[in-house]
C-alpha cells in the first residue's frame, strides 16, 4: 500500500503526520454530530485501532460511519504502514508513553531491536530498566526526566538482549500530546540500532590506537606525515614518538617547526633531500633518500627514508613515510667492503690459484695467481666448468670436489694439463666449505716433476752405468777368487785386465757424477787466476798422450799462446774431454787439432777438431746432456761415462762462455768453445 | 753329455769376455757373444744356440726390441731367452713377468752364481 516515494519521509516527517492525525481524530472526536432532524447523534461505532499503529486503545466515535471517518481511517492506516516499512528497514522503532495510563507501547521495530516476544506487551519501567545496562541506567531516567519537563532528549545507550548481547542504541523522544490544561500527556520517541555504526567506530579506534603503538614501537625509527600546499609549504602532520628515541627531538617540536628535523640533517645531505622532495612533488613519484641526520647529541646515524605522496582532492600533496636507523647496517657495509678489499689483496698476492666451486660444477670465485688460466674469467664472474675447461679435466675435478664434500677430507690430486700448448703438471687441491661447495687449490708443479723426473732417469742411468762395469769385475775377481781360473794362465790375464779397466772406469764415472753435482749446486767454484793457454794445451794433450799412443793418433797443438783469466784445471779438464771424445771417436792413426784463437775482441775461441765418426745430425742438440752417447755403431769399445760433454758445459758456462759442436756423419766433429777475457786484460803473445 | 750353446748378448765387451770365460771354466759351455742386437740375431740364426743371455740396456735396440724381433722369426723363436739386466726395481720386474721369457738375472753377479741361475732356469741339471 504504500508508495515507494512515501519511504523517503524521514522519520521526522512521518512522526509529524502520525501528530497530525491524531490532533484531527482529537478534533474529530469532540465534534458534534446532528441527524438530519437537527437532533444530536452519538456515534456508537468503535474502533479498535490496532496496537502496532503505535497506541493501543479504541476510539470510541458516537455517531455511525462518516465519510470523512473512513477517510481518516484510510490515510491512517496508508500512514501506519509506511511507518512500519520504515522502521523495519531503517532499524528504527517507535515508542510512546502514556502519562495518564503510565504504561508505554512499542512498534514492532522496538521489539526487533530488543529481540523480544512481540506477542507479549512492552516491559514496564521498572522491568524495562533491567533491559537497560546498568551503567547507563542514570542517564536514561535523567532523560526520561528531561522529557518529563517537557524537552526533547536524545541519547546513546546500551541494551540488553534477552540473550545476553549489547546492543547499542539512540533514543529520542519528545513531548507529544498536551491536554486542554496544556499537561503533557503523551510522548512520542524512537529507538535506533546503531550497533553496527559504534561497531564500526570502536574498530576505528581500536585501528588507530594500533597503528600507534606500533609507529611509537618501531625500533629505531618513526613514521611521519607531511604535508605540502603552496602557502604554507611543507609541514610535518604527524610524526611517531620514535622520533625522540632516535633523534632527541619531541614529536610535539617537529609539528610545531619543520626545522627541528630538517636542521638536523648532515650538512651535505641538505642539497640532495631538497633536491628530492622537490621532485617527489612535482612527478607524485615516492620519495625515496638514504641520509645522515644528527641526534640531537650531535652524534650522526644513517637513515633510510620512504614516502609516498598522493594529491589530495584539496589541493593538498601529502606523504606518508617511514624513516629507520641504519647505521649499524652501513658500518657492516663499510666493514664488509673493507674485508673484501683486504681479501681480494690476499688472494692477488697468493701465486696458488684460488677457486670456489659449487657442487654442480660451477665456478663461482676464480683468483689465478702466477699460474696461466686455461681460459680467462673474472674473479667472480660464475661460470660452469664444462664452459672453460676440457670435459675429462672438470670430470676428474668434479669427482675429487664430490668427495671432499661428503667425507670433508682434504683430497689432493695431480694432471697434466696443456696450456697454450704447454703440458703443464698441477698438484690439486680441494677442501669442503659447506654442504655444496668447495676450495680449489691450483699449484704448478710442472719444474718440480720435470726435475723428480729427470732426476729418477739420472738415478737411473747412473745405476746402470755402475752395475755394468760392476758386473765385469765381480765375474773375473770370482772366477779368480774360487780358483777356477789361474791368474798367471792367459784367462786369468784378461781377467785381471778387464777388472782393471772396469775399475778405471768405475773411478771416472765416480769423479764425473761428483764434479757434476758439485758443479750443479755451486759447490765447485770456479777460482779464475791467469793463464797461459799453451799451458793448459799442453797439460792436457799431456794427460792425453796414452791414449792417443794407444791409436797411433796425433795431436797437433797451436802454436799461439794468449793469456786468459780462468780456472786453469778446470780448463785442462774440458781440454782433455774434448780430446779424449776426439781421440776415441777417431780411426787409428788419425789426427786430431787443438786451435785456439781471438774471437771478436772478447774472447778466445779454442777447437778440438777430428775425422772420426762423426755424429748424426739429430744427436747434435742433446749431445750436451747426460748419459747421451753419440755411438753411430753398434760397438761401445770406447766407452765414456757419458757425462763428460755435461761436465764440459757446465764448466765453460761458469766463465761465462759457450760451447757447441758443428759434427758431419763420417767426416768428423770440431768442438768449439770460447772463454771470455776479462776488460782491461791485454793478451800477451 | 750334449754340449749346451749360449749365445750372449751384450752391449759391453767387458761383460761378453768373462762370462765367455766363466761358462767355459765351469760348464765347458760353448759360448757365442755379439755385442749388438743386430749382430745376435744374425748369429742366432746362423747358429741356432740352445739359450740366449740377453742384455736390457743395450743402444739403438734394447732387450725387449730384440725380444720382439726374435719371436718374430720362426727358426729361432722358440730358443729360450734370460734378461740379464741392472734395473733391479719393482715396476721394472713387473714389465719383465710379461715376456716370453725363461727368466731374468740381476747384474752385478759373481760367475758361480750366473752359472747356477741360468742352469736353474733352463733346468739343465748336470
Not at chain 1, 389 to 400: H, I, N, S
Request: proline share 4%; net charge negative; hydrophobic share 40%.
Amino acid at each position: 500500500m504504500a508508495e515507494v516515494n512515501d519511504l523517503d519521509k524521514s522519520k521526522a516527517q512521518l512522526i509529524e503526520e502520525l501528530a497530525a492525525l491524531r490532533a484531527e481524530v482529537a478534533t474529530l472526536r469532540q465534534q458534534s454530530f446532528t441527524d438530519s432532524s437537527g437532533k444530536p447523534i452519538q456515534p456508537q461505532l468503535c474502533v479498535e485501532i490496532p496496537r502496532t499503529a503505535g497506541w493501543g486503545g479504541t476510539i470510541d466515535y458516537r455517531n455511525g460511519e462518516t465519510a470523512e471517518f473512513h477517510q481518516l481511517l484510510e490515510k491512517l492506516q496508508k500512514c501506519e504502514f509506511t511507518w512500519q516499512t520504515v522502521q523495519r528497514i531503517a532499524h528504527v522503532g517507535s515508542w510512546q508513553y502514556d502519562f495518564l495510563t503510565e504504561t508505554v507501547s512499542w512498534s514492532d521495530g522496538v521489539y526487533r531491536i530488543f529481540e523480544s516476544d512481540p506477542t507479549l506487551p512492552p516491559s514496564q519501567r521498572e522491568t524495562l530498566e533491567q533491559y537497560i545496562h546498568p551503567d547507563d541506567r542514570e542517564r536514561y531516567r535523567e532523560a526520561i526526566g528531561q522529557v518529563s519537563g517537557g524537552e526533547s532528549f536524545e541519547i546513546e545507550l546500551r541494551i540488553l538482549r534477552p540473550s545476553g548481547e549489547i546492543r547499542y542504541v539512540e533514543v529520542r523522544g519528545e513531548p507529544g500530546v498536551f491536554n486542554e490544561q496544556g499537561q503533557l500527556i503523551r510522548v512520542f520517541g524512537t529507538l535506533l540500532d546503531i550497533t553496527e555504526r559504534r561497531q564500526a567506530e570502536l574498530n576505528l579506534k581500536e585501528s588507530n590506537a594500533k597503528l600507534t603503538a606500533l609507529s611509537d614501537n618501531i625500533p629505531k625509527g618513526f613514521l611521519y606525515r607531511i604535508f605540502y600546499e603552496s602557502s604554507n609549504g611543507f609541514y610535518f602532520n604527524y610524526i611517531s614518538a620514535g622520533v625522540e628515541r632516535v633523534l632527541g627531538i619531541t614529536p610535539a617540536a617537529v609539528l610545531q617547526d619543520k626545522n627541528v628535523l630538517y636542521n638536523l640533517i648532515f650538512e651535505e645531505d641538505q642539497q640532495r633531500h631538497l633536491q628530492l622532495n622537490e621532485n617527489s612533488l612535482k612527478t607524485l613519484s615516492p620519495f625515496e633518500m638514504e641520509m645522515r641526520i644528527r641526534r640531537i647529541t650531535g652524534q650522526i646515524r644513517w637513515f633510510s627514508v620512504r614516502s609516498s605522496p598522493r594529491r589530495l582532492e584539496d589541493g593538498r600533496t601529502v606523504w606518508d613515510g617511514v624513516a629507520v636507523d641504519i647505521t649499524k647496517l652501513k658500518q657492516v657495509e663499510a666493514a664488509l667492503r673493507h674485508s673484501e678489499a683486504e681479501m681480494r689483496a690476499m688472494v692477488k698476492a697468493i701465486p696458488d690459484m684460488l677457486i670456489r666451486a659449487s657442487k654442480d660444477a660451477r665456478q663461482l670465485f676464480f683468483s689465478p695467481g702466477t699460474l696461466t688460466p686455461y681460459i680467462p674469467a673474472e674473479p667472480f664472474e660464475e661460470k660452469s666448468f664444462y664452459d672453460i675447461l676440457p670435459v675429462d679435466v672438470v670430470d676428474q675435478r668434479m669427482e675429487y670436489v664430490r668427495r671432499a664434500i661428503e667425507t670433508r677430507e682434504l683430497q689432493v690430486f695431480e694432471l697434466d694439463i696443456s696450456i697454450n700448448g704447454r703440458i703443464e703438471h698441477r698438484e690439486t687441491l680441494v677442501a669442503a666449505i659447506n654442504d655444496s661447495e668447495a676450495i680449489i687449490v691450483v699449484r704448478d708443479m710442472t719444474e718440480r716433476h720435470w726435475l723428480e723426473q729427470a732426476k729418477d732417469e739420472f738415478i737411473s742411468m747412473v745405476s746402470h752405468e755402475l752395475r755394468t762395469p760392476l758386473t765385469s769385475i765381480q765375474v773375473a775377481l770370482s772366477l779368480l777368487d774360487d780358483g777356477l781360473v789361474d791368474p798367471i794362465s792367459e784367462d786369468g790375464r784378461t781377467m785381471i785386465h778387464i777388472v782393471t779397466e772396469g775399475v778405471d772406469r768405475l773411478v771416472r764415472l765416480v769423479n764425473d757424477i761428483l764434479d757434476l753435482k758439485r758443479l750443479e749446486s755451486g759447490k765447485l767454484r770456479i777460482q779464475k787466476h791467469a793463464c797461459q793457454t799453451q799451458d793448459l794445451i799442453d797439460a792436457a794433450i799431456r794427460q792425453m798422450q796414452d791414449l792417443a799412443s794407444q791409436s797411433n793418433i796425433t795431436i797437433f797443438p797451436p802454436e799461439e799462446s794468449y793469456e786468459v783469466w780462468a780456472d786453469c784445471d778446470r780448463i785442462v779438464q774440458v781440454l782433455t774431454n774434448l780430446l779424449s771424445n776426439a781421440i776415441r771417436f777417431s780411426n787409428p792413426g788419425a789426427m786430431v787439432w787443438v786451435n785456439v784463437k781471438e774471437w771478436n775482441g772478447k774472447a778466445l775461441l779454442f777447437s778440438v777438431k777430428d775425422k772420426g765418426r762423426g755424429i748424426p745430425a739429430d744427436k747434435l742438440g742433446s749431445i750436451f746432456e747426460r748419459f747421451q752417447q753419440a755411438d753411430g755403431s753398434d760397438s761401445r769399445e770406447k766407452s765414456g761415462t757419458g757425462l763428460g760433454l755435461t761436465i764440459c758445459q757446465k764448466i765453460v758456462q761458469q766463465h761465462g762462455g759457450c760451447i757447441w759442436v758443428e759434427s758431419r756423419l763420417g767426416q768428423g766433429s770440431t768442438f768449439y768453445f770460447t772463454l771470455p777475457v776479462e776488460e782491461g786484460k791485454d793478451h800477451a803473445k | 753329455m750334449p754340449n749346451r750353446r749360449i749365445l750372449v748378448i751384450d752391449d759391453d765387451p767387458g761383460i761378453c769376455q768373462v762370462v765367455q770365460i766363466a761358462f767355459k771354466v765351469i760348464t765347458h759351455w760353448e759360448v757365442l757373444i755379439a755385442t749388438s742386437s743386430q749382430t745376435g740375431i744374425t748369429l742366432a740364426e746362423a747358429e741356432q744356440p740352445d739359450a740366449i743371455l740377453l742384455d736390457v740396456m743395450m743402444p739403438k735396440e734394447d732387450g725387449l726390441i730384440t725380444i720382439e724381433k726374435i719371436q718374430k722369426k720362426l727358426t729361432i723363436q722358440s730358443i729360450p731367452i734370460i734378461l740379464l739386466t741392472a734395473k733391479a726395481q719393482a715396476k721394472d720386474q713387473a714389465k719383465f713377468a710379461q715376456l716370453p721369457i725363461a727368466g731374468v738375472i740381476t747384474k752385478p753377479f759373481k760367475a758361480a752364481t750366473l752359472v747356477s741361475q741360468v742352469r736353474d732356469l733352463l733346468q739343465w741339471g748336470e
